[in-house]
Every structure is written in structure tokens, then in C-alpha cells.
């Protein structure tokens, strides 16, 4: 089974503070997702990385930053939380499964900004 | 135009119930098809991919129609335990284009 771990499941942050949302995933799966979602808009994709320290934006990708030193662990930083930064943070891997890829999601962070 | 539309409900039905739901994408170029379920505060976990024949995985089926751009699940003898919201998602076979919709709840009542 894939594994796909979060470091918090709650969070309350004060606006301005730098915030990290930590991911492993243990199944060596080289593309890893942070995605953000709302009521009403589903999933959008802040960033992906497809290998150690290689990154990519996503849609949304303003506000946020990403690292990945390690195959296992993509973070997610918010340089200096904001109100409208408060939100459901989700962290995916995926791998090639017969339809296309498969993503495989951690249980999510809920963050919330004062 | 979103991108992936999904009528969002919510759907409430009586056990044993058949219940389908639709998707429609805007995408010419998909090229994969999933539907996900997500339950109350839970991550979004993978129910089924959708394969151009269509497929079936016991109670459930899904249907890919790409002339009209739409996929579709049905489900058949509803469960309680089938509540949850059910997510469209379609991908054009690259890493970074997966596309969601906002989902189309259910709630299977006794």
C-alpha cells in the first residue's frame, strides 16, 4: 500500500509567519504534488516535483515555495502566511498505472491564517 | 468554462438506489480518466480509472464518451458507506495536468 504521510493535520498560523508543510511518501514514487483545496473549486496544483530538487509551478503557485532534498519528502513553505492562504493543503505522489498516472494523496493539512 | 464540471449535488438516495453521476471536460486532448472518492475531511483516495471500453469493479461502472467529452459513474445498490463526494478528475498524460473537478456529494439515507 502507498503511504503517503503529513506532518500536521491542523495548523493555525498568524498572518506574516513562515509556515512548513512537510510530505513523505514511502514508495519511491518520483512525482510528488502539493495541491490546495476549496469549497466549491476542487483541487488546483500549487507545485510538482518530478525528481530530488527539481521543481515545477503549478496553477497557483504565488505565495508559496517548494524544496525537495530527498526522494521521500516534499515540503511546502508559505513565506509569509496570509488570510487567504488558509486552506486544505494536500501532498501527492503518483505512479504509471495502466490508465495514466495515479495519484495517491497524504491526509491533508488544514491550515488556517488569523 | 472550468475546466472539469461536475454537478455538485448533493445527490440523497435511499439504500439499494442506482445513482449516476457526470463529468464533462473541456479538453480535447485528455488522455486519462479517473474517478476519486473523497469521505468527510478524509484525502481523496482512487475509486476507479476509466478505461475508453468503459469498465465495471463490482457495483460500480464508468463510462468515457469522448465524442461529447463526458465520463460518467453509476452506482448500483446504493451502501451507506458509498456517502462520500466523488471527484472527476482528467489527465492529459503529463505529470503536472491533472485536472479536478469540485466534486458531486452523496448521501445514501436508511
Known amino acids: 500500500d502507498v503511504k503517503v504521510t503529513q506532518s500536521s493535520r491542523y495548523l493555525v498560523k498568524r498572518t506574516g509567519e513562515k509556515v512548513f508543510l512537510e510530505c513523505v511518501q514511502d514508495?519511491?514514487?518520483?512525482?510528488m504534488f502539493w495541491y490546495r483545496q476549496d469549497p466549491g473549486l476542487g483541487l488546483r496544483l500549487i507545485y510538482f516535483?518530478?525528481?530530488?530538487?527539481?521543481?515545477e509551478k503549478g496553477d497557483i503557485p504565488e505565495g508559496y515555495s517548494v524544496s525537495r532534498e530527498k526522494k521521500e519528502r516534499f515540503s511546502l513553505i508559505l513565506e509569509s502566511a496570509s488570510t487567504n492562504q488558509t486552506s486544505m493543503y494536500l501532498c501527492?505522489?503518483?505512479?504509471?498505472?495502466?490508465?495514466?498516472?495515479?495519484?495517491?494523496f497524504g491526509p491533508g493539512t488544514r491550515l488556517t491564517v488569523t | 468554462r472550468k475546466e472539469v464540471e461536475q454537478d455538485p449535488g448533493p445527490f440523497n438516495v435511499p439504500e439499494g438506489a442506482t445513482v449516476a453521476f457526470n463529468c464533462t471536460y473541456s479538453n480535447s486532448a485528455s488522455q486519462s480518466f479517473f474517478w476519486y472518492r473523497q469521505d468527510c475531511r478524509k484525502e481523496p483516495k482512487l475509486l476507479m480509472s476509466?478505461?475508453?471500453s468503459g469498465n465495471e469493479d463490482g457495483r460500480f461502472t464508468a463510462q468515457l464518451n469522448r465524442a461529447s467529452q463526458y465520463i460518467s459513474l453509476l452506482i448500483r445498490d446504493s451502501k451507506l458507506s458509498d456517502s462520500a463526494t466523488y471527484l472527476c478528475?482528467?489527465?492529459?498524460?503529463?505529470?503536472?495536468?491533472?485536472?479536478f473537478g469540485a466534486g458531486t456529494r452523496l448521501t445514501v439515507k436508511p
Open positions: 476509466v478505461y475508453s
Open positions: 478528475v482528467v489527465n492529459g498524460n503529463n505529470n503536472n495536468d491533472m485536472r
Open positions: 501527492a505522489s503518483s505512479l504509471i498505472g495502466l490508465a495514466g498516472f495515479e495519484q495517491y
Open positions: 516535483s518530478y525528481d530530488v530538487k527539481m521543481k
Open positions: 514508495m519511491d514514487h518520483e512525482n
